[in-house]
């Protein structure tokens, strides 16, 4: 029997591995750049190589892949990181010339802290590079970050996948905002006006109407009514202006905001969190990766 080895070059594993995640072939294609016939051929060939269907059709969204194709899976992955690492190994990054397109996945208010800031400093020290803030959808996070289509997930830590390295950026805490005219944000608050006032609160899988904010009351014995919720903070100080509602948001945005919101401090200890980011072990020695890693973490330490 023929080894496989030499049937198969490396742009066929990468577009196996795209196939894989993607479980689509028009989808998979249209990830690598290449047409649906080339990516169709390609398939063909896989599953000669291979011996096996990899991917059966299970509906017009996709295909289910066989026990083969799920054992691949991790394999292959660490195959090309093994590969992208020890090509990125030997090249060198200039950000004054580079011409890279960096990825970072975060949630609104996270962006607002750590990547717009970013953004400023790559316009100098980067000028020809590209920065693309995605959503953190952490369903598929792990993959896009193996794949290379993703950079950066910046994210609490308890969120983060074991399987990725990871750093932290920052500690956050809370902070009230009011309107500034509003009568209760001329003297610190305290608890029984803060369980009076009517809450907005950030909900950003959309819809809760509780949170930290209401396990630190309920330790204590108390509660408070949440009238508004909505699924971004970027929607808070145009919310908080118009109304008489209170807002309690973390430390950094707030202290953004004061100059349009009254900011005060809550009148319960509501448990902080940290902010880390993470990578692939792929992108861990690449000299691109390394150098944006880096300014982050300068950018969020200088804000």
């Known amino acids: 029997?023929?080894?496989?080895?030499?049937?198969?070059?490396?742009?066929?594993?990468?577009?196996?591995?795209?196939?894989?995640?993607?479980?689509?072939?028009?989808?998979a294609a249209a990830r690598l750049g290449l047409s649906q016939p080339a990516l169709s051929a390609q398939l063909r060939q896989l599953r000669e190589a291979f011996g096996d269907p990899l991917l059966v059709p299970s509906s017009p969204r996709g295909m289910t892949l066989t026990a083969r194709a799920e054992a691949l899976r991790e394999p292959l992955r660490e195959l090309l990181a093994g590969v992208q690492g020890l090509l990125a190994s030997g090249r060198g990054f200039d950000p004054l010339t580079?011409?890279?397109?960096?990825?970072?996945?975060?949630?609104?208010?996270?962006?607002?802290?750590?990547?717009?800031?970013?953004?400023?400093?790559?316009?100098?020290?980067?000028?020809?590079?590209?920065?693309?803030?995605?959503?953190?959808?952490?369903?598929?996070v792990a993959e896009l970050l193996a794949a290379g289509e993703l950079d950066l997930l910046l994210h609490t830590p308890g969120a983060i996948p074991p399987t990725l390295h990871a750093r932290k950026l920052y500690e956050e805490s809370f902070l009230c905002v009011l309107r500034r005219d509003h009568p209760a944000a001329q003297r610190p608050l305290d608890l029984d006006t803060f369980c009076a006032l009517s809450h907005a609160m950030?909900?950003?899988?959309?819809?809760?109407?509780?949170?930290?904010?209401d396990d630190a009351l309920q330790a204590m014995g108390r509660s408070r009514t949440v009238q508004i919720s909505i699924n971004s903070f970027l929607l808070v100080p145009a919310l908080i202006e118009s109304s008489d509602l209170v807002a309690t948001v973390p430390a950094r945005l707030a202290r953004r905001w004061s100059a349009r919101l009254a900011v005060l401090s809550p009148p319960c200890e509501v448990p902080g969190f940290s902010v880390a980011m993470a990578w692939h072990p792929r992108a861990h020695a690449d000299p691109a990766q390394e150098w944006l890693r880096e300014v982050l973490r300068e950018t969020v330490a200088a804000a």
């Open 98 to 140: 580079a011409h890279e397109r960096f990825r970072i996945a975060a949630t609104d208010a996270i962006h607002s802290i750590a990547t717009t800031p970013l953004a400023a400093r790559l316009r100098v020290q980067a000028p020809h590079c590209q920065l693309a803030m995605q959503a953190a959808d952490l369903r598929d």
């Open 202 to 213: 950030v909900s950003p899988a959309g819809g809760g109407f509780s949170g930290a904010v």
């Open 1 to 27: 029997m023929e080894p496989l080895l030499p049937r198969l070059d490396l742009n066929l594993l990468v577009s196996l591995d795209a196939l894989l995640a993607e479980r689509h072939v028009t989808r």
